[in-house]
C-alpha cells in the first residue's frame, strides 16, 4: 500500500505544483476574473470534449464497453447514495446555506481533479471510464442539482443536460468506438494537442481560485469540515464499499474512486452565485476541500489500488 500511496501522492503533488502556479498568477495578476473565465469556457467547451473524444478513438472491444456501462452504473449510484447522505446530514435553518453544504457533499470535481490523475495513473483506459462518469455528473447536476439549488422544477432545462460539451463529446466518441470509425492523423493530432491542456488549464483555473479567497475563513466552520469529511473520505469509502461488494474492480473501481475522492466541484460557486444562496460559504468549501484533498486522495485512492486490484 505504500507504494501506491507514494505513486497517487506525487501525482497528486504533480497537481498541485500547477495549482501553485494558478495560484500565484492570481496574485500577481497575470491572470483575472476575465481571462479565468475565458480560459474555463476553453477548457469546458474544447479541451474536456477533446479529452473524451481521444480516448474514444480505439477499435471496438466488448470488453471495453460492458465496463463502460458498469461504470455509468457505478457512477449513478454513487450519486444518489451522496444526495441521500446530503439530506440526511444537512438541516441548516438557514436555507441559502443549508443548498450548498448539500450541493458541495454531492458533487465532487470529477472533471478538472479526476481526469488529471485518472490519465496520470490509469492512462487511456481510466478517462475512457470517467468520460461517463461525468456524463453522469452532468445529467445529475443540470436535474438534481438545479432543483436543490432553486427548488423550482421549471428551472429545469433538458436542452442544457442534451447540448452539455462533455455530454456531446461523449457521444461523439461513443459512436467513434462502436464503428471503430477510423479518424485520419490530420483530425486525430489536433484533437490530442488540445487533450494536453485538460492537465494544466483545469489546475491554473482552481489555483486562481483559491488566491481569491481567505483561507482562514474556510477554517473557522464546524459544518464546513464536517461537509468535507464526508465529501473526501465518507462518500468515496462507501463508494468503495458498494463497488467492492458487488465485484466491481481494477481500472473501473479505481476510476470510480477517483472521482468520488475529488474535492467539492467548482460549479457549487457557480450555482450558488446563480440561485442566489450563500456564494462565500461554497468558495471557502470548494477551497478547504481542494486543500485537505492533497492528503485524502492518495491514501483513498491509494487504499483502493491496494485491496481492489
Known sequence: MIGNFITVATQVLELF????????????????????????????????????????????????????????????????????????????????????????????????????????????DGVFFGAVYIVVFNIVMWTFGVWLSDGKKDSLSVKKIVLNPCIIGMAVGFIIFLTSCPIHEVIEKPIGFMSDLNTPLPMMIVGFYLSQTRIRDSLKDGKGFICVLFRLIVIPLLAFGGMMLCGIRDTVLITCVIASSAPAAAATTMFAAKFDNDARLSVNLVTLSTLISVITMPLIVGFAQTVGC
Open 17 to 124: 505544483i500547477l495549482i501553485g502556479l494558478g495560484y500565484l498568477c492570481g496574485k500577481t495578476k497575470i491572470l483575472n476574473e476575465k481571462s479565468v473565465k475565458s480560459i474555463t469556457d476553453i477548457v469546458l467547451y474544447i479541451v474536456c470534449p477533446c479529452v473524451i473524444v481521444k480516448n474514444f478513438i480505439r477499435p471496438f472491444d466488448p470488453g471495453m464497453l460492458s465496463g463502460l456501462l458498469v461504470a455509468g452504473a457505478a457512477a449513478m449510484c454513487i450519486h444518489i447514495i451522496s444526495i441521500a447522505v446530503a439530506m440526511l446530514v444537512f438541516h441548516d435553518k438557514i436555507p441559502e446555506k443549508n443548498r450548498v453544504y448539500r450541493f458541495a457533499l454531492i458533487f465532487s470535481n470529477c472533471g478538472y481533479m479526476s481526469l488529471p490523475m485518472q490519465q496520470a495513473i490509469l492512462g487511456s
